[in-house]
């Protein structure tokens, strides 16, 4: 089974920066569809990104723009490089995973259609 570890994780000034990771104890190259989630106290989850096999992208407008999501396939490692971030950024931010089964992954917001999560990693962001 997959194992999926996030790290980067802080604390950080309104309109800085920060990047987290996510290391896959397995290849992810053309193997796993990748997505950010976060979840903001008493909140529900919410989708961030997504990166499918073939290194297309999308992301939720509230991140459109600041936020960019990659993978180092030779790493094995997911990444998510936030920039002008906003208290509202706030948050356990979580990598998760889907794995290509015919030919087919699920890059999509909905998370119940991953199937690895890792353990997440808090970002805090102050005005």
């Known amino acids: 089974q997959v194992q999926l570890v996030e790290s980067g994780g802080g604390s950080v000034q309104a309109g800085g920066s920060l990047s987290v990771s996510c290391a896959v104890s397995e290849s992810t190259h053309s193997n796993y569809c990748m997505a950010w989630f976060r979840q903001r106290a008493g909140k529900q989850r919410e989708w961030v990104s997504s990166?499918?096999?073939?290194?297309?992208?999308t992301y939720d407008d509230s991140v459109k723009g600041r936020f960019t999501i990659s993978q180092d396939n030779a790493k094995n490692t997911l990444y998510l490089q936030m920039n002008s971030l906003k208290p509202e950024d706030t948050a356990m931010y979580f990598c998760a995973a889907d794995p290509v089964l015919r030919d087919h992954c699920y890059s999509g917001p909905w998370s119940a259609g991953y199937d690895y999560w890792g353990q997440g990693t808090q970002v805090t962001v102050s005005s």
């Open positions: 990166i499918s096999t073939d290194g297309s992208t």
